[in-house]
Structures are given as structure tokens and as C-alpha cells.
């Protein structure tokens, strides 16, 4: 329904201004696809980009 009261529950995380982090979504940015990202692993298929744990370790190594 698109009337009456929706209630929405959230967290707040809190980090020290120096943290550093990063940020990335799963579908079409690790997996090739979206779609065959989520139905390949049932399968036993890796459906994710080559090279992606290099990606994400260069990046921690990086600072």
C-alpha cells in the first residue's frame, strides 16, 4: 500500500576520521553478470572476474 505509516530500521556505524575502507557492490563488479552471478555458484560455477582477489588485495596492500 502506498498509504498509511512504514517504519524502517537502520544502524549507524561509527569509524575513526583516519579509517580507510572500501566499498563495492558484488553484482556485475565481481561476478560477470548479474543475473548468472547469483545462479553459476549453485552450480558450482565461478562466475566471478579474473583476477578479483589480486584487485581486492592490491588494494589493501595500497593502504
Same mark, same amino acid.
Given at each position: 500500500?502506498?498509504? !498509511?505509516?512504514?517504519?524502517?530500521? &537502520?544502524?549507524? @556505524?561509527?569509524? /575513526?576520521?583516519?579509517?580507510? *575502507? %572500501?566499498? &563495492? /557492490?558484488?553484482? !556485475?563488479?565481481?561476478?560477470? &553478470?548479474? %543475473? @548468472?552471478?547469483?545462479? *553459476?555458484?549453485? *552450480? !558450482?560455477? /565461478?562466475?566471478?572476474? /579474473?583476477?578479483?582477489?589480486? @584487485? *581486492? ?5 595500497? !593502504?
Amino acid at each position: 500500500s502506498l498509504q !498509511g505509516t512504514t517504519y524502517a530500521e &537502520s544502524n549507524i @556505524f561509527l569509524f /575513526d576520521h583516519m579509517t580507510k *575502507f %572500501v566499498i &563495492s /557492490d558484488i553484482d !556485475g563488479t565481481i561476478t560477470k &553478470s548479474d %543475473v @548468472f552471478g547469483h545462479i *553459476f555458484p549453485l *552450480f !558450482g560455477k /565461478d562466475w566471478s572476474h /579474473d583476477g578479483i582477489a589480486e @584487485f *581486492f588485495q592490491a588494494i589493501q596492500e595500497n !593502504g
